[in-house]
C-alpha cells in the first residue's frame, strides 16, 4: 500500500500515474514563474521536473539559457512638474524637454578661464614687474656712478635742492646748540633757586649779616625767576625750529627722494627706447619697441608730475621758512637782550608778544582734591 507525501500547502506539483508531470501544468507553472521574475536580470530560465518515486533523483531543477523577449528593458519616464521646471530654471538650468516627455539637462553659463584671477598668478606678475624695473633702476644707477650713462638734470630745481639740504644741515646744528644752552640755563637757574635758598636761610640765623644774606637772596631769586622767564622763550624757540626742521623741510625732502627715484626710472627706459631705436626694425623687435615706447611715456609722465610737485613744495617752503624764522628770531634776540640787561618787564613783555606761557613747577601734576 502506497503512503501518502507530505503536501507543501504553498505549492503544489501535480503527477501522473507513471510519475510524470503533466505537460498542460508544467508549461503554465514555467510561465508564472518567467512572470514572477524581473526581467533583463540576465537570470537562466528555470525548469522543475519531477520524477517518479523509484527515480533516485527527486524534483531535479534543470537551468537553461534565458531566451526570453528581444525587447530592451522599459524604464520609466518621469516628467518634470511646473514647480520643479521653475526652480530649476532658477538655478540658471536649461532643460531641454522632447516629445518623448524625457528630460534633458544642459550646462549652465560657461565662465572663461581667463577671467578668473589667480592670486598666486598676480604675485608672481608683481614680483616679476618689480624685479625687473629694480634691475633697470639698478643698471642705470651704476652706469652713472661709472660714468657710462647719461642722466637729466634740471639745473635750476637741483640747485634749489641742494641749497635746502645745506640749510636743513645748518638749521639742525642751530637746533642741537639751542637745545645745549637750554639744558644749561635749566641747570644755572636751578642753581641760583638753590643759592637764592640757603641765603635766606642764613639771613634769618646770622643777625649780624642779615641784610647781606637777605640782598643776595632776593638777587638770586630774581635772576632764577628771570631765567625761567628766558627759558621759556628759549624752548618756544626751540620747538618752532625743531617743526620747521624735522617735519616740514623733512616732508619736501621725502618729495624729492620720490623725485629722484621717479628721474632714475625715466632715465632707465629712455635708454632702453634708445638702445631699442638704434637696433635693426623687424616683426620681432616692433612690439618690444612699441610696449617700451608705452612704458617710457609712463614713466615721463610720473617724472614730470613730480618734477612739478617738488616746484610747487620748495615755493611754499621758502614762504614759511621766511615767515617762521622772522618771528623767531626777534623773539630770540629780545629775549636775550632783555635778561642780560636785566629789564624784567621788558622780558615779560616779550613773552606776551609771541603769545608764549610759562609753565609754573608743578602745574602739570594734579591736586590733592583731583586724586580722590
Known sequence: MAQESPK???????????????????HSFNRDLQRSLPVGLGLSETKITSHGFDS???????????????A???????????????RLAGQGCDLIIPTGGRAQQKSGPVVLADEVKNPAMEKLELVRKWSLNTYKCT?????EKLGRGSRTVDLELEAQIDILR??????????????????Q???????????????ADLSLKSLELHEEFGYNADTQKLLAKNGETLLG???????????????????????????????????????DLEELNLGPRDANTMPKIEQSQQLFQVHKEKYDKMRNDVSIK???LEENKVKVLHNQLVLFHNAIAAYFAGNQKQLEQTLKQFHIKLKTPGADAPSWLEEQ
Open 56 to 70: 533516485t533523483k527527486e524534483g531535479v531543477v534543470e537551468a537553461g539559457p534565458f531566451r526570453g523577449s528581444s
Open 72 to 86: 530592451s528593458p522599459k524604464s520609466s519616464v518621469i516628467s518634470p512638474s511646473s514647480a520643479a521646471a521653475s
Open 139 to 143: 643698471r642705470q644707477i651704476i652706469s
Open 185 to 199: 640755563l635749566f641747570q644755572m637757574v636751578h642753581t641760583q633757586r638753590q643759592l637764592g635758598d640757603a641765603f
Open 8 to 26: 507543501n500547502s504553498a505549492a503544489e506539483i501535480p503527477v501522473t500515474s507513471n510519475g510524470q508531470l503533466e505537460d498542460s501544468h508544467e
Open 166 to 183: 645745506d640749510n636743513k644741515k645748518k638749521y639742525e646744528n642751530i637746533l642741537r646748540l639751542a637745545q645745549t644752552l637750554s639744558t
Open 233 to 271: 622763550a628759549i624752548n618756544f624757540f626751540i620747538a618752532s625750529v625743531n617743526t620747521l626742521v624735522n617735519k616740514t623741510i623733512e616732508d619736501t625732502l621725502l618729495t624729492v627722494k620720490q623725485y629722484e627715484s621717479a628721474r632714475i626710472e625715466y632715465d632707465a627706459y629712455r635708454t
Open 314 to 316: 620748495l615755493k611754499f
